[in-house]
């Protein structure tokens, strides 16, 4: 395997870098929003600068080797064969939830979630004219089940027409295992409630956990649902703006693609077709590298937890590079965690509030994704603010 370097520190400060600019303070670290601290890969940097050597940047033309790059790595990566009629492309998964929800629900309709869960579902399910309806998630052990019954029962109310599932799942850091997934889709349905399943973190999976696509479980479930990745959380290219949606169901389809031409999210820019074919058809070996590399951030945050900060849980992490922290066995709210640690500490995390106010209030998420000098950096600031609590 060729060996690339995760530990180099790279100056992203006054690039107008969302993660980085917008905390005030030249000495604070962010370790808040799901953006990596990783250069992508070398065959994607290659890739672009061809592109950029070229001169013109007009509208684009997505050629078929776009689609090609898709189907073969899904079909190479995760054993799921995607039809090339079934591909919409966008420019990000947040607008790909609001225009799928937008053309599969009416006004006054409940959206199913699981909280606690990325916090744009709320805000697209509420700009949808719909409501939103929770099914919390159960902790068990140092991580989290579905409470079925409790699922079934929210699919039964005929309000209820669509499931927006989270797989792997921001902010738990479960990878949804197949029979689950089944299950799921089992009650909808019964229910008739459609699933809309937001698969943008389906490369980030620790050792020993297989990412199991939604669409791959079954017929059932490819004729149920509405699928949404892209290559950005992998490969760090979410300013590239490219998204895709994958439906079977011709009707759901067409009404897809209308909503994304109303909304005017139809057109991409040339650098995010660029990217993603360059990040199919060879990013593998890099990808490989990076979730190894994560993996071993995440060991050495638990074992910095466990000697140095044991009241503070550390949940278990399956997928994602997102560290899901309870502060249970302490005095404080995270909300007030967050607040602290930023002010005394210079240290910015994620309060779990954002995520489901009562399934978040004693949680803070981490973001693991930087150089590992980084990561311990902060989690030793994280230290000086919550010891003795």
């Not at 600068?49 to 790059?69: C, L, M, N, Q, W």
């Not at 209308?258 to 199919?280: H, K, M, S, T, W």
């Not at 890099?286 to 466990?306: C, G, P, S, V």
Request: aromatic content about 10%; hydrophobic content about 40%.
């Amino acid at each position: 395997m060729k060996q690339f370097d995760f530990d180099e520190i790279v100056v992203r400060r006054g690039t107008n870098s969302y993660k980085w600019d917008l905390p005030k303070g030249e000495d604070i670290i962010p370790m808040w929003v799901a953006d990596m601290d990783f250069k992508t890969a070398p065959c994607i940097i290659d890739a672009l600068k061809r592109r950029v050597e070229h001169g013109i940047f007009g509208y684009t033309f997505v050629p078929d080797s776009y689609y090609d790059a898709i189907i073969n790595w899904f079909k190479r990566r995760h054993q799921w064969h995607i039809e090339r009629e079934d591909i919409l492309y966008t420019s990000g998964v947040v607008p790909a939830i609001a225009c799928t929800l937008k053309a599969t629900t009416m006004p006054g309709e409940k959206v199913l979630v699981q909280t606690p869960v990325y916090n744009c579902f709320f805000s697209a399910i509420k700009n949808s004219g719909c409501e939103v309806s929770e099914n919390p998630l159960r902790r068990e052990g140092d991580s989290y089940v579905i409470d079925f019954d409790d699922f079934e029962r929210r699919c039964s109310d005929e309000k209820t027409t669509v499931f927006l599932l989270c797989n792997p799942h921001n902010p738990a850091g479960r990878v949804w295992r197949k029979d689950e997934l089944r299950r799921m889709n089992d009650i909808c349905l019964k229910h008739h409630v459609k699933v809309i399943a937001d698969e943008i973190h389906c490369e980030l999976v620790m050792p020993g956990h297989t990412f199991q696509p939604f669409a791959a479980v079954d017929e059932a479930c490819r004729d149920n649902c509405v699928v949404l990745n892209s290559p950005s959380k992998a490969f760090n290219i979410a300013g590239l703006q490219i998204a895709n949606i994958v439906c079977h169901d011709a009707e759901w389809r067409r009404r897809i693609n209308r909503a994304i031409n109303i909304n005017e999210v139809c057109d991409v820019n040339p650098f995010g077709v660029i990217a993603l074919q360059a990040a199919y058809n060879d990013g593998g070996e890099w990808l490989d590298a990076l979730n190894q590399y994560i993996h071993e951030n995440y060991l050495a945050l638990k074992d910095f937890f466990r000697e140095r900060l044991s009241r503070l849980e550390v949940c278990r992490l399956e997928g994602t590079y997102l560290a899901w922290i309870n502060l249970s066995r302490i005095p404080i709210t995270a909300d007030e965690a967050a607040r602290r640690l930023l002010g005394n500490a210079k240290v910015m995390l994620n309060s779990g509030t954002m995520y489901g106010r009562e399934a978040g209030n004693s949680y803070l998420r981490i973001n693991l994704a930087c150089p590992r000098s980084t990561l311990m950096e902060g989690l030793k600031r994280i230290e000086s603010e919550l010891v003795g609590m």
